[in-house]
């Protein structure tokens, strides 16, 4: 190197899992990510807040960089990849520069999150941590009051988007199951679960943790659900301990 | 009601996941909990230190009434049901009295936790709250550095202990899958998934995100492992993105 060049040492990239919704539910490691990191990135959907950005927002200090990863909402599709090529490189500009940025992520970075996408085109190049947080599988299970699985159950965490087949397939196959992702699937996933004979131990959550949470049993959930709604489907045993208890 | 008589509020049961091992995966709400529970209990092998005590030590405040709920280790055997009936009966006891008890639980309450035993015997009688926690799964994920489950794959959570073929069916008709609980159960595991052709895909966790973390690839995992060790075996379409960007 000449005279009056000076090594940065590049930033971190943090995945930070910003839990299911109550912004209690943020872990201390996520709170002292963020209270120190000078960039802050979310997902948004084209159009709307960024949810991940509102749970944490107790949490940001002001006057930090921030950057909205814009991703529109096609139903089926999953972003174009040179959308997240760009925003990538727009981060990697920081921290090549020596800033850390925390990317947060609701609920765990690496259960079905978006996180991946820009995970899978940086952390080659930085130091990245992940920093897991509470699930919305977890929340779920603990706002819908029973235990997911217990002993030696097996469970299985279905995509509500799957098509009728597949998810029959994977259902039938199952113990205690839980369909994530539900949305404009619910009236297919019901009817599949329906089908299975298994409507009696389904439960439908939307929203768990937040100030709009619903629990209800999946035979009288609306046929239109959020994006951020459930089903937890308990194994046979399980419903059989719960209702021995009353 | 007679003169002289006095109605006393039953104390909150919380059931409070206290995350894999990193006293900063708790989250901000387990540290509230505990920091106003009168009385504090948690589950202890016995002859042993509890782990779940372990990981919320900087958080107990001082003075405060704790259970350690001790359970013998029989291999093989779930712990029987006088034993937790007597520690309910104690719980209850200072429920009854208007006092909150705080039952910490490693990871999160409702995914295999020992929590459910003590929950099924006195959610019914007094109000209950389940706090959840970071998963030892979302853990895992995190220090193996790569996701779990994205799009549209299938997660399926397998218990260790199954017997070797009840395990290769499972595994057999999974995609991705995390075998938890793996402790002495691991040749038995690592031979099924070797018969399935999948070692190649299988990484090995034990103590994540504790000082004594220990990240392998599952062919070269000690033959002896730990209780809190768990085998993670990615889609074969998620190792196919990994090794896309490489």
Redesign the interface.
């Known amino acids: 190197m000449g005279m009056g060049e000076t090594v940065t040492s590049p930033g971190t990239l943090y995945g930070v899992?910003v839990?299911?919704g109550?912004?209690?539910?943020?872990?201390?490691?996520a709170?002292?990510v963020i209270a120190q990191a000078p960039v802050i990135a979310y997902p948004a959907a084209e159009g709307a807040d960024s949810l991940a950005r509102a749970i944490a927002a107790p949490h940001i200090p002001a006057g930090r960089t921030e950057i909205a990863v814009v991703t529109p909402m096609v139903p089926g599709r999953?972003p174009a990849n040179d959308l997240y090529d760009s925003y990538a490189t727009e981060i990697a500009g920081h921290l090549a520069a020596g800033r850390d940025v925390a990317i947060l992520c609701e609920g765990?970075?690496?259960?079905?999150?978006s996180f991946?996408y820009l995970?899978?085109?940086l952390?080659?190049d930085f130091p990245?941590e992940?920093?897991?947080?509470?699930?919305s599988?977890?929340?779920c299970?603990?706002?819908a009051?029973?235990?997911?699985?217990?002993?030696?159950?097996?469970?299985?965490?279905?995509?509500g988007?799957?098509d009728a087949a597949e998810l029959e397939t994977?259902l039938a196959?199952s113990e205690a199951a839980a369909i994530m992702k539900v949305g404009r699937h619910l009236p297919k996933v019901r009817a599949v679960i329906a089908k299975l004979g298994r409507l009696d131990r389904a439960q439908y959550v939307e929203h768990a943790?937040m100030a709009n949470q619903k629990v209800l049993p999946l035979a009288k959930a609306p046929d239109t659900a959020p994006y951020f709604s459930m089903i937890l489907v308990r194994s046979p045993e399980e419903v059989e301990?719960?209702e021995d208890?009353?």
């Open positions: 899992g839990g299911p109550d912004p209690d539910l943020l872990t201390l490691k709170v002292k999953f765990d970075p690496f259960l079905y999150g991946m995970f899978l085109r952390a080659e990245t992940v920093v897991p947080g509470v699930s599988l977890a929340a299970a603990a706002v009051g029973a235990p997911l699985v217990s002993r030696n159950q097996v469970l299985t965490v279905i995509p988007p799957l994977r196959g943790t301990v719960l208890r009353s």
